[in-house]
């Protein structure tokens, strides 16, 4: 297999981890906003925050499975993740009146990592080409 193949099957990993991820997010997020009117504006900039970090993480993710280097670099995962999203999100939860002070965005990048972290990993498939 190529390394271009290499790096196409590890992203239709990624992409079908978060589908399944944003699969129960998205409705819960909805639900919410239907039973607590009021609270509707927060959970919009909570899921717009959750899926930036999420996107975040799986771009730094393929970058460091591209260079073949996955495991003991949690902190520059973290560190590229928070370059990545930290203005952003602070941004859409300030709006929402979070107050999401660097601690607790780095709080937020650590929960959404382990939510994606405790997915089933999807059966690869061969690329083909």
Known sequence: MSFLGVLEALGKDFA???KFALT???PVESLVALLFPASAPVMSAAESATTLIQNS???VEQKFAA???QNGTGSQKLAEVL??????V???LTHAGINA????VTSLVSAVVAILNAQPAPAS???TK
């Open 83 to 88: 370059t990545l999203s930290q203005q952003a």
């Open 67 to 69: 260079a073949g280097v």
């Open 57 to 59: 993480v799986i771009a």
């Open 16 to 18: 079908k981890g978060l």
């Open 101 to 104: 002070d660097p601690e607790y």
């Open 24 to 26: 129960y997010a998205v």
């Open 125 to 127: 498939q061969p690329a």
């Open 90 to 92: 602070t941004t859409l």
